[in-house]
């Protein structure tokens, strides 16, 4: 080690020492900040320290997988550093490594082993990581949209790995080849792959509807599917090009549900191995990350006799499907960041007729700004279940309120974890809450409750801050009150979605409210087009938002969608909604688009009809959207025309106000865009002046356009669900072409006063 390294490693060890001792706090990843300011390659001089070193990456799952293979390969007393607390950027691997290798030294020498290392690793870090630590292995997990303001498009993360894997040329990839995004990567790269996944299609799941990219990472064709297990994996070939799942090395070969778990059998294909395994928890996701953890440790030298006892001796990480009990009440806490973790709680608490749970989204940095694919979420599974309560906390309380509205979901405002507890007070004390939180969320909650607990501690109880480190619970014996205990719900008990319907409509159920009479054989009718194609950032509750907003107003209203390789007919359709897309995802539908042509110019521009056009949508409706060398043609139908910044990367993304006259009050939204788009001065802008964020172009000051009945814009969140006046043009519009000119009965709203007002306080010089 050299000079500076020797400097750098001796001040990460003191900040570590201070740290400790006298904030009494853990070092988390400051000293390995400190180590690498001193030292930007002490990574490289790290290296030699281990004989085998992996590094765990994908968007769901790497602290669990990390965890696992960690414990398999010490199983049989191999020394193992990892930064189990989840640290997963380049100074919390190095403040990890720097942490614990005296001990390690130590143990090694004493059973005359090497050193092994296991990290996780954030997926744009691996850019920094693998170059330098150059990992024996590095495990992909699944790729999925996940703080994607940070990110930017999934290639994007998709380019980063392979150029780490690049950069490290002797790194084994293990990737999860049921999904197409990471095949995609393993694809591309030169580096040894081995490949895991399902040999069939695993029963009990519900494949969800979203699915992040069903594309062939060849030729962008869309993917056929023999089953989908879910989310975008499964087992798929490209009928175009014939790109298919790669054939699986290390497979599970077969699932049961147990009541407390899972069985599955592993196959080892690279030599025949097969053996059956348990795991005590729920979700095809956990099998995924105990495949990969243990299917890594076979190859890193683990002994498979160890595995299931690594499995049963299996202790979440704090706030992953976490049991605890505080104030009398059980609880679950389970961190999920995305739509597909979300899911797979949500279908666990269907599944077990939980009556009670709480999800809680914050917007700090660390989880990203952008929440909108809180749209994505399948919340609408909740809304058949009878006697539950649901609450919305963290800093986007508001919005997820106004998301769990439109799922026909009423939700409670929750300031926290103890006031949840408090707020189920009246509900049997044998319920268990369970909780759904992102990732600062989390973290929140998690210290929350550990205070909690200690207060309810006996006197002398373990006060130490390692009473948080994966239990932090009271006993399980606390029992509730039970006094106020209400029943169980009967059958008879009202569903969720019976009890919006009561709250938020103007009509008994099934009514059409007088004005609207002419409508009752004929109704509005709201086409989505592209539904599976283009929908970034939860645009498709755009289209659950129109129809809700009129069957509240007793509006008669169907939905009916243009999907790929249909013919579209435009003329019963009386409100269009269009979604943005990536890049990609917009070449792959503008071949289609391109065919309807005359059909939207006459639906826009003769029939005059209601459109919500956003983002990648609403770029594809002007002549052209270039991108540096490459050209989209797009359908020319309005006069706009767009194009990319030099630089892929340079994108427009954060949380934007506008100027608009005809919502009646400013718009409020999230951008997240490439493309700058500019208008032909025949056109008329529907921000005329941006109040905070970028709009079109960050240039001429104007957001998106309004022409005859179309709205364009760049705004998600999705757009209309801060801004109702919007969704009422909309529908009003689409009215009055059918002669109905009566204006819209207000509809209260609350909900969305509340997000509007707790977004504006975000905004910079907002007034
Ligand atoms: N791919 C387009 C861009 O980056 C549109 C993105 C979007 O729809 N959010 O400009």
Same mark, same amino acid.
């Given at each position: 080690?050299?000079?500076?390294?020797?400097?750098?490693?001796?001040?990460?060890?003191?900040?570590?020492?201070?740290?400790?001792?006298?904030?009494?706090?853990?070092?988390?990843s400051?000293?390995g900040?400190?180590?690498?300011?001193?030292?930007?390659?002490?990574?490289?001089?790290?290296?030699?320290?281990?004989?085998?070193?992996?590094v765990v990456t994908g968007?769901?799952?790497k602290t669990?997988?990390t965890?696992?293979?960690?414990?398999?390969?010490?199983?049989?007393?191999?020394?193992?550093?990892t930064n189990r607390a989840g640290n997963n950027l380049e100074g919390g691997i190095?403040g990890a490594?720097?942490?614990?290798?005296?001990?390690?030294?130590?143990?090694?020498?004493?059973?005359?082993?090497?050193?092994?290392?296991?990290f996780e690793c954030d997926e744009l870090y691996t850019?920094?990581v693998?170059?330098?630590?150059?990992?024996?292995?590095?495990?992909?997990?699944?790729?999925?949209?996940?703080?994607?303001?940070?990110?930017?498009?999934?290639?994007?993360?998709?380019?980063?790995?392979?150029?780490?894997?690049?950069?490290?040329?002797?790194?084994?990839?293990?990737?999860?080849?049921?999904?197409?995004?990471?095949?995609?990567?393993?694809?591309?790269?030169?580096?040894?792959?081995?490949?895991?996944?399902?040999?069939?299609?695993?029963?009990?799941?519900?494949?969800?509807?979203?699915?992040?990219?069903?594309?062939?990472?060849?030729?962008?064709?869309?993917?056929?599917?023999?089953?989908?297990?879910?989310?975008?994996?499964?087992?798929?070939?490209?009928?175009?090009?014939?790109?298919?799942?790669?054939?699986?090395?290390?497979?599970?070969?077969?699932?049961?549900?147990?009541?407390?778990?899972?069985?599955?059998?592993?196959?080892?294909?690279?030599?025949?191995?097969?053996?059956?395994?348990?795991?005590?928890?729920?979700?095809?996701?956990?099998?995924?990350?105990?495949?990969?953890?243990?299917?890594?440790?076979?190859?890193?030298?683990?002994?498979?006799?160890?595995?299931?006892?690594?499995?049963?001796?299996?202790?979440?990480?704090?706030?992953?499907?976490?049991?605890?009990?505080?104030?009398?009440?059980?609880?679950?806490?389970?961190?999920?960041?995305?739509?597909?973790?979300?899911?797979?709680?949500?279908?666990?608490?269907?599944?077990?007729?939980?009556?009670?749970?709480?999800?809680?989204?914050?917007?700090?940095?660390a989880?990203?700004?952008?929440?909108?694919?809180?749209?994505?979420?399948?919340?609408?599974?909740?809304?058949?279940?009878?006697?539950?309560?649901?609450?919305?906390?963290?800093?986007?309380?508001?919005?997820?309120?106004?998301?769990?509205?439109?799922?026909?979901?009423?939700?409670?405002?929750?300031?926290?974890?103890?006031?949840?507890?408090?707020?189920?007070?009246?509900?049997?004390?044998?319920?268990?809450?369970?909780?759904?939180?992102?990732?600062?969320?989390? *973290?929140?909650?998690?210290? %929350?409750? /550990?205070?909690?607990?200690?207060?309810? =501690?006996? @006197? !002398? #109880?373990?006060?130490?801050?390692?009473?948080?480190?994966?239990?932090?619970?009271?006993?399980?014996?606390?029992?509730?009150?039970?006094?106020?205990?209400?029943?169980?719900?009967?059958?008879?008990?009202?569903?969720?979605?019976?009890?919006?319907?009561?709250?938020?409509?103007?009509?008994?159920?099934?009514?059409?409210?007088?004005?609207?009479?002419?409508?009752?054989?004929?109704?509005?009718?709201?086409?989505?087009?592209?539904?599976?194609?283009?929908?970034?950032?939860?645009?498709?509750?755009?289209?659950?938002?129109?129809?809700?907003?009129?069957?509240?107003?007793?509006?008669?209203?169907?939905?009916?969608? *243009?999907?790929?390789?249909? %013919?579209? /007919?435009?003329?019963?359709?009386?409100? =269009?909604? @269009? !979604? #943005?897309?990536?890049?990609?995802?917009?070449?792959?539908?503008?071949?289609?688009?391109?065919?309807?042509?005359?059909?939207?110019?006459?639906?826009?521009?003769?029939?005059?009809?209601?459109?919500?056009?956003?983002?990648?949508?609403?770029?594809?409706?002007?002549?052209?959207?270039?991108?540096?060398?490459?050209?989209?043609?797009?359908?020319?139908?309005?006069?706009?025309?767009?194009?990319?910044?030099?630089?892929?990367?340079?994108?427009?993304?954060?949380?934007?106000?506008?100027?608009?006259?005809?919502?009646?009050?400013?718009?409020?939204?999230?951008?997240?865009?490439?493309?700058?788009?500019?208008?032909?001065?025949?056109?008329?802008?529907?921000?005329?002046?941006?109040?905070?964020?970028?709009?079109?172009? !960050?240039?001429?000051?104007?957001?998106?356009?309004?022409?005859?009945?179309?709205?364009?814009?760049?705004?998600?969140?999705?757009?209309?669900?801060?801004?109702?006046?919007?969704?009422?043009?909309?529908?009003?519009?689409?009215?009055?072409?059918?002669?109905?000119?009566?204006?819209?009965?207000?509809?209260?709203?609350?909900?969305?006063?509340?997000?509007?007002?707790?977004?504006?306080?975000?905004?910079?010089?907002?007034?």
């Amino acid at each position: 080690m050299g000079l500076r390294s020797t400097i750098a490693t001796g001040a990460a060890g003191a900040a570590r020492f201070g740290l400790q001792r006298v904030l009494r706090r853990r070092g988390g990843s400051i000293p390995g900040a400190l180590a690498i300011a001193l030292d930007p390659n002490i990574l490289a001089s790290l290296r030699p320290l281990f004989t085998t070193s992996v590094v765990v990456t994908g968007t769901n799952g790497k602290t669990t997988t990390t965890n696992l293979l960690a414990d398999a390969l010490a199983a049989d007393g191999t020394p193992v550093i990892t930064n189990r607390a989840g640290n997963n950027l380049e100074g919390g691997i190095a403040g990890a490594i720097l942490e614990g290798r005296a001990d390690a030294k130590r143990a090694a020498r004493a059973t005359g082993t090497g050193i092994v290392g296991c990290f996780e690793c954030d997926e744009l870090y691996t850019a920094r990581v693998l170059p330098k630590l150059k990992p024996r292995y590095l495990v992909l997990l699944n790729l999925f949209r996940d703080q994607l303001d940070r990110y930017g498009e999934i290639d994007h993360t998709q380019d980063v790995i392979a150029g780490a894997l690049a950069a490290s040329p002797e790194t084994t990839l293990v990737f999860n080849a049921d999904d197409p995004l990471c095949a995609g990567v393993a694809r591309r790269v030169e580096n040894r792959c081995i490949a895991f996944g399902f040999t069939g299609p695993a029963g009990s799941e519900d494949p969800d509807k979203v699915s992040d990219s069903r594309f062939c990472a060849a030729c962008n064709a869309p993917l056929a599917y023999d089953y989908v297990l879910y989310g975008q994996l499964g087992s798929y070939r490209c009928p175009k090009c014939g790109w298919e799942r790669p054939a699986l090395d290390i497979a599970c070969t077969g699932v049961d549900t147990l009541p407390e778990g899972q069985r599955f059998r592993y196959t080892d294909r690279l030599d025949g191995h097969s053996f059956e395994l348990e795991i005590g928890y729920h979700g095809l996701y956990m099998v995924y990350n105990a495949l990969a953890a243990l299917g890594t440790a076979r190859l890193a030298g683990g002994d498979e006799r160890r595995f299931q006892q690594v499995l049963d001796r299996y202790q979440p990480a704090r706030g992953r499907m976490e049991k605890r009990c505080v104030k009398g009440r059980k609880l679950l806490v389970n961190l999920a960041k995305n739509p597909v973790g979300f899911d797979r709680i949500i279908q666990i608490v269907q599944e077990t007729g939980a009556r009670t749970c709480a999800f809680f989204i914050n917007d700090k940095d660390a989880d990203g700004h952008d929440i909108s694919w809180i749209y994505d979420v399948d919340f609408e599974r909740l809304a058949a279940l009878r006697g539950l309560t649901v609450f919305a906390g963290g800093t986007r309380a508001e919005d997820l309120q106004v998301r769990l509205k439109y799922a026909g979901v009423p939700a409670r405002i929750v300031r926290g974890g103890v006031d949840a507890i408090e707020q189920a007070r009246g509900i049997d004390a044998q319920e268990t809450l369970y909780i759904v939180a992102n990732y600062t969320a989390t *973290l929140e909650l998690t210290d %929350e409750l /550990d205070r909690a607990a200690r207060e309810e =501690a006996p @006197i !002398g #109880g373990d006060d130490s801050e390692g009473a948080g480190a994966t239990g932090g619970a009271a006993p399980e014996s606390a029992a509730g009150d039970g006094a106020s205990a209400d029943p169980a719900p009967q059958e008879s008990s009202p569903t969720a979605a019976e009890i919006a319907w009561d709250t938020w409509s103007l009509v008994a159920p099934g009514e059409v409210a007088e004005p609207y009479a002419a409508l009752a054989d004929n109704p509005i009718t709201i086409c989505h087009l592209y539904p599976q194609e283009l929908n970034l950032y939860g645009d498709t509750g755009n289209v659950a938002i129109l129809a809700a907003r009129c069957r509240w107003r007793g509006i008669p209203v169907r939905v009916t969608s *243009l999907n790929r390789g249909e %013919e579209a /007919d435009l003329s019963h359709t009386d409100i =269009a909604v @269009i !979604g #943005g897309g990536a890049d990609r995802d917009q070449l792959a539908v503008q071949h289609e688009l391109m065919r309807h042509r005359a059909e939207v110019d006459r639906y826009l521009n003769e029939q005059q009809g209601a459109m919500l056009a956003i983002c990648g949508g609403y770029q594809l409706l002007g002549r052209h959207y270039f991108l540096g060398d490459e050209k989209i043609e797009g359908l020319g139908v309005i006069g706009i025309e767009t194009r990319r910044a030099d630089n892929p990367t340079d994108r427009l993304i954060g949380n934007v106000a506008v100027r608009s006259e005809i919502a009646g009050a400013d718009i409020l939204g999230f951008e997240n865009h490439g493309g700058r788009t500019y208008l032909d001065a025949d056109e008329k802008p529907l921000g005329t002046s941006v109040v905070a964020g970028t709009g079109n172009n !960050g240039k001429d000051g104007f957001e998106g356009i309004v022409h005859h009945g179309l709205v364009g814009t760049y705004f998600h969140g999705p757009v209309l669900s801060k801004n109702p006046a919007l969704a009422d043009w909309l529908i009003a519009w689409a009215l009055r072409q059918r002669g109905i000119a009566a204006p819209l009965t207000p509809l209260a709203d609350a909900e969305e006063a509340g997000a509007r007002r707790a977004f504006e306080k975000k905004l910079p010089h907002h007034t």
